[in-house]
């Protein structure tokens, strides 16, 4: 009986050690309790990729009205209409506009010179659209036919550009390749060459009535660069 209660006590004394020796003592680099882990995150965790800042919109209460985008897409003339169009129409960003006066200089050709009509008057406004039709009806009454291509669009930069509420007019120079080639009845070159492309300098301005729900921008006037 005595031997089974030292035993037992010899057993007692073990176990506390073994627990001292977990509980008790400060952890070791390798054995950090859970509890800290959970109250102190890593102080280097792996970096987060962050989503990019959108611009502020401008002419909010307490923000900022945010900077022109750079002026390689309009010349310094142009930037004080830019800023009157800016703050009367909110929507209005230069790299978008040029990007859909390219589009705009592509559709426009390419119906004039397929004859398109009804194509030119939805992207004209009447005077521009009466002076293509009446090219096209002098090209049909001398039996000709025009074959020209668009290579490509050098450049196209705002070179002015005005507002006199409601309307906002803005001009583009664009700076174009093309090669053109016309024939007569009997299907004689009588001007041009498809083989070798020349360039082409536009003044095209195209406006629009900001307080109309309608947002495509019409081209009111066409010159030469």
């Known amino acids: 009986m005595i031997v089974e209660i030292v035993i037992l006590a010899m057993i007692a004394a073990f176990l506390g050690l073994r627990l001292y020796s977990v509980l008790g003592r400060r952890p070791e680099q390798n054995d ?11 102080a280097s965790p792996a970096p987060r990729a962050l989503a ?5 919109k401008p002419g909010v209460a307490g923000r900022p009205v945010p900077a022109l985008p750079e002026a390689s897409g309009f010349e310094s003339p142009a930037e004080a209409g830019i800023r009157a169009i800016v ?6 960003d230069v790299g978008q506009f040029l990007t859909g006066a390219r589009s705009a200089y592509g559709m426009v050709l ?42 490509r669009i050098e450049d196209a930069k705002i070179v002015s550009a005005e507002y006199a509420a409601p309307v906002a007019r803005v ?5 174009a390749d093309v090669a053109s080639v016309t024939r007569d009845s009997a299907g004689t070159v009588i001007a041009g060459s498809l083989d070798d492309a020349i360039e082409s300098r536009d003044l095209w301005t195209f406006s629009r009535d900001l307080t109309s729900r309608d947002p495509d921008w019409l081209l009111d006037e066409t010159d030469e660069a």
């Open 32 to 42: 950090e309790p859970l509890r800290r882990r959970v109250e102190q995150p890593d």
């Open 87 to 92: 703050a009367a129409d909110r929507r209005f």
């Open 171 to 175: 001009t583009v120079r664009f700076v």
């Open 110 to 151: 390419e119906a004039f010179w397929r004859g398109e009509k009804d194509e030119l008057s939805q992207l004209c406004d009447r005077d521009v659209y009466e002076g293509f039709a009446s090219a096209i009806d002098a090209r049909l009454a001398a039996g000709e036919t025009l074959d020209a291509r668009l290579i």
């Open 52 to 56: 990019p800042r959108l611009p502020e």
